[in-house]
């Protein structure tokens, strides 16, 4: 079980051989590393679903070898985007091993082991999270790691200090841990080595991203969307082939604005931004940093919040109006996406 999709076993993997595993998406949702929050957002799991599918069958048309498999229907029975007749909630996918890295605690700092990822290692999770940057929208991180000193202009490949919203005349690439407690930015040297990945391995990761940023913005401009920046899991088959993982393409791996108006997971992000237990949240993340404790939610004394019931219908209407209008398809019974967005925008204006 995960924050916002549950995995099935169908058949497991082994050293040599790919797997079947299924997705189960839920309507649940998770900000801020922290897991399941205390409520659901109706329509969002099957929203998900669709997205991703959508997404992963135009990547194949393009040549770009991905995990998925189809979707299952009610009858169990495994099915292409075009052969669904309403939503869906349940992918099947390759499903490859997990070898999570083993955490020590060394002069009071977590580490981690990643000395099982080699370059004759095959059927395997790749255990990094590779991020495309368009653009720079309000709440990237890009902005607060610059302040940090975490990250300078010349690892961005920046050659000015960026400004809030602006679009980037070519993307940024950045990675980032996938299998620690707290996900964290690397160098991409640093990725290679964690990973055991060969120089043209990491030529190759490059270029698969481009291409999926590519086609994911293709994608999105004609439902109206820009596509801000964005995220993507990859792994190994048996054959030690580089192919796309987990889900692409979707409200939760993509930062979407419309009109300058967010369209993403990052409408929940900036109303719990302003609540108390995101404070303690941050808090607590940079207090188990320094100490090396693992587990840094039990410094949380704060639970989450509900979100305000409007936002969280309106948040709901993003979902399944997206998911209309970026598979051109539409399945749920929505409002469109036009018409959420001026609501929102008027929630956003009311709050002001």
């Known amino acids: 079980m995960g924050s916002v999709k549950d995995l099935e076993v169908v058949k497991k993997p082994t050293k040599t051989r790919m797997g079947v595993g299924r997705f189960h998406f839920s309507d649940r949702y998770s900000v801020f590393d922290w897991g399941e929050m205390p409520d659901h957002i109706d329509g969002k799991g099957a929203a998900l679903c669709l997205m991703g599918a959508y997404c992963f069958e135009r990547l194949e048309e393009k040549g770009i070898r991905t995990h998925y498999r189809g979707f299952v229907d009610e009858r169990g029975k495994l099915v292409r985007f075009n052969e669904l007749e309403k939503p869906a909630n349940f992918m099947e996918f390759h499903l490859v091993n997990v070898y999570r890295p083993r955490a020590y605690v060394e002069n009071d700092k977590l580490k981690y082991d990643y000395s099982v990822y080699t370059p004759r290692l095959k059927n395997f999770l790749i255990p990094l999270e590779i991020i495309y940057r368009n653009g720079l929208p309000e709440g990237s991180s890009v902005f607060k790691r610059l302040e940090q000193g975490l990250v300078t202009l010349e690892d961005l490949g920046l050659d000015h200090y960026p400004k809030v919203g602006e679009r980037l005349a070519k993307p940024i690439f950045d990675v980032s841990t996938k299998l620690e407690e707290g996900d964290r930015y690397i160098t991409w040297r640093e990725a290679q080595q964690l990973a055991g990945l060969t120089d043209s391995e990491v030529e190759e990761i490059r270029e698969v991203l481009l291409k999926v940023d590519g086609t994911i913005t293709e994608i999105s401009a004609k439902a109206g969307l820009v596509n801000e920046d964005g995220k993507i899991e990859l792994a190994f088959d048996n054959e030690r082939r580089l192919m796309v993982a987990d889900v692409v393409g979707t409200l939760d791996e993509c930062r979407f604005t419309y009109q300058g108006l967010h369209v993403s997971k990052e409408v929940a992000r900036i109303y719990y931004r302003r609540t108390e237990w995101a404070k303690e949240v941050e808090k607590a993340k940079q207090k188990a940093k320094e100490q090396g404790i693992g587990d840094w939610k039990r410094l949380v004394k704060a639970k989450p919040p509900k979100l305000d019931p409007s936002l969280k219908n309106l948040i ?36 002001v």
């Open 316 to 351: 709901s209407e993003m979902y399944m109006a997206v998911a209309n209008t970026l598979t051109n398809r539409k399945l749920f019974d929505a409002p469109s996406l036009a018409e959420t967005m001026r609501k929102y925008e008027g929630y956003v204006g009311d709050k």
